[in-house]
């Protein structure tokens, strides 16, 4: 199986902030990666797939990048709306694994 | 607009049976492949299966092979997980999700249902 490893786990961040968060797989997966945002209690949302392409309806703040084994998730300006935990997950081969996640807290 | 609703979760001892069911409106269910995706309270998140818009084709997690088998009813606009032989370690809340590929995968998850929770125990 493909692992995928999120780092940093967590993060304290105040609003304005540029946050990134990276996730970094066990083999190449080109650029078959994929973001979501999940809050507490509900279901992840996709932000992002492909490596890059933003999801309908989700703020421009949000961009992706990074192919092979690297990536990164980045918010430009972070809003109260997300503090959330940020998973990556790969559509590459099957299983589709994901990242154990990184929380975004706010400081 | 999309909108999954998830049913059927409960408490079940080990070794009994149960059957997920997921309720699909606000798009043509028979156009798309469909998955269930599963997550232990508080912990990550783990692909469980898909199976192809037409029910043809299904795809399952080792962890869950031979135990767990989805289905779909296009008439019904339903999808459903046949879960058997359950174990302590099923336990999780379980998500059906869509596949946004017409025809196909891509093994991503463009709509999640609200998810319905499984605890298998004694």
């Known amino acids: 199986d493909i692992q995928m490893t999120q780092s940093p786990s967590s993060l304290s961040a105040s609003v304005g902030d540029r946050v990134t968060i990276t996730c970094r797989a066990s083999?190449?997966?080109?650029?078959?990666l994929n973001w979501y945002q999940q809050k507490p209690g509900k279901a992840p949302n996709l932000l992002i797939y492909a490596a890059s392409s933003l999801q309908s309806g989700v703020p421009s703040r949000f961009s992706g990048s990074g192919s092979g084994t690297d990536f990164t998730l980045t918010i430009s300006s972070l809003q109260p709306e997300d503090f959330a935990t940020y998973y990556c997950?790969?559509?590459?081969?099957?299983?589709?694994?994901f990242g154990q996640g990184t929380k975004v807290e706010i400081k | 607009q999309v909108q999954l609703v998830e049913s059927g979760g409960g408490v079940v001892q080990p070794g009994r049976s149960l059957r997920l069911s997921c309720a699909a409106s606000?798009?043509?269910?028979?156009?798309?492949?469909m998955h269930w995706v599963r997550q232990v309270p508080g912990k990550g998140l783990e692909w469980v299966a898909v199976i192809s818009y037409d029910g043809r084709n299904e795809y399952y997690a080792d962890s869950v092979k031979g135990r767990l088998t989805i289905s779909r009813d296009n008439l019904k606009n339903t999808l459903y997980l046949q879960m058997n032989s359950l174990r302590t370690e099923d336990t999780a809340v379980y998500y059906c999700a869509k596949d946004p590929a017409n025809d196909g995968f891509h093994y991503y998850f463009d709509y999640w249902g609200q998810g319905t929770l499984v605890t298998v125990s004694s």
């Open positions: 997950q790969q559509s590459y081969i099957t299983p589709r694994t």
């Open positions: 606000g798009f043509t269910f028979s156009n798309y492949g």
């Open positions: 083999q190449s997966i080109r650029t078959y």
